[in-house]
């Protein structure tokens, strides 16, 4: 278990707010599994939050099943960051989420996310008026620092501490570094000694568990965020947890399993989106679960042009028709390490 502020989480892993694919429907859906202690949305803006706009009311739907809830905000005026965090807690956040990493230039050209790293200063009283409007604990996610030229996450983080910051997440690059590069396990130790009590949780590059195990190890970080890997195998949750408390990793589920989830998404976008956009998201989201389904091409081109849920289900039920759903994709066994890596996909 791992404990931020007066919210204790069910493990130390947590599900990263990636841009576009961390909404309710697939963190209703992941939740699903074992080993997830907390799940966060989409990065949102407390101005558009306070003026409620379609979108932001969109990346902070949630529903009774989705919990614990991370609502992550980004911002640079103190006032407006104050309410929205007030927001947030009438409406159920179990924690928020400050972004000082996005590098994404329309975040940073609105002196949000990572160009708060530029800010120092700024970026503690943003985060002192976040914490003293709300009860429920507030935590940061940063990078190293704006560039190899300014590593402020050190001393950023031990003055986020002071302010009243629950924990930090650590992501082991920096803004300019984008995701180019190896992640820095040596900067993330650092921001672990810089600080005294809170936890912080190591964030980049766990594609398996036993990167999340080495992240720990290496820096002695209280736990892990991970990100993408957990679109095409999201049970990475259940196999890290596994590793880190029991040594080893169950048997890799079988291809019924990881259909019968792809359809519990899908079910989750048709009900709360429509069917219109269900089977836009799933055009893209195929491609992440066929990662781990084997030889699926009729699959992917069937859902990439479906336009409705009966073609979607068509597709899936030919896939299950022609023998894929009795595949296991590993033996049975506990195993203390985890196969190969997927490609990174295409950005």
């Known amino acids: 278990m791992l404990r931020i502020g007066n919210t204790v989480l069910a493990s130390n892993l947590m599900l990263s707010p990636i841009a576009g694919y961390c909404d309710l429907a697939f963190r209703l859906t992941i939740r699903g599994l074992d080993g997830l202690g907390l799940a966060s949305t989409d990065l949102v803006n407390a101005r558009g939050l306070l003026r409620q706009t379609v979108k932001s009311m969109e990346l902070v739907e949630t529903e009774p099943g989705d919990w614990p809830l991370c609502i992550q905000l980004y911002g640079y005026d103190c006032g407006e960051m104050a309410e929205a965090a007030q927001w947030c807690q009438s409406h159920g956040a179990s924690v928020i989420d400050i972004n000082m990493g996005c590098p994404v230039e329309k975040v940073c050209q609105r002196r949000g996310g990572a160009a708060l790293l530029r800010e120092p200063e700024r970026a503690v009283m943003l985060a002192k008026h976040v914490v003293r409007a709300v009860d429920v604990p507030v935590t940061v996610k940063m990078r190293l620092g704006w560039d190899d030229g300014a590593m402020v996450a050190p001393r950023l983080a031990a003055a986020l501490e002071d302010v009243g910051v629950a924990a930090i997440t650590i992501h082991g690059r920096t ?14 130790g650092e921001v672990v000694r810089a ?23 290496r820096t002695g970080c209280a736990g892990v965020m991970i990100g993408r ?26 291809v019924a399993e990881r259909v019968a989830f792809m359809n519990d998404h899908f079910a989750h976008l048709l009900r709360l989106r429509g069917e219109r956009i269900a089977c836009h998201v799933f055009r893209q989201r195929i491609s992440w679960y066929a990662k781990k389904l ?54």
């Open 195 to 217: 600080v005294r009590r809170i936890p912080v949780i190591g964030n980049g590059d766990v594609r398996l568990p036993a990167d999340a195990k080495a992240m720990i190890d």
């Open 294 to 347: 084997g030889p699926c091409r009729d699959l992917l081109d069937r859902v990439r042009v479906a336009k409705s849920a009966a073609d979607y289900g068509e597709a899936v039920d030919a896939f299950l028709t022609n023998g894929h759903g009795s595949a296991s994709s590993d033996e049975a066994g506990c195993h203390p390490s985890r196969r190969t890596v997927p490609p990174e996909p295409r950005k």
């Open 175 to 188: 803004a300019q570094q984008g995701f180019g590069g190896r992640v820095g396990l040596e900067g993330i």
């Open 229 to 254: 890997a957990a679109l095409w195998d999201s049970w990475i949750f259940r196999d890290t947890h596994a590793l880190l408390t029991e040594g080893c990793v169950p048997a890799e589920v079988s």
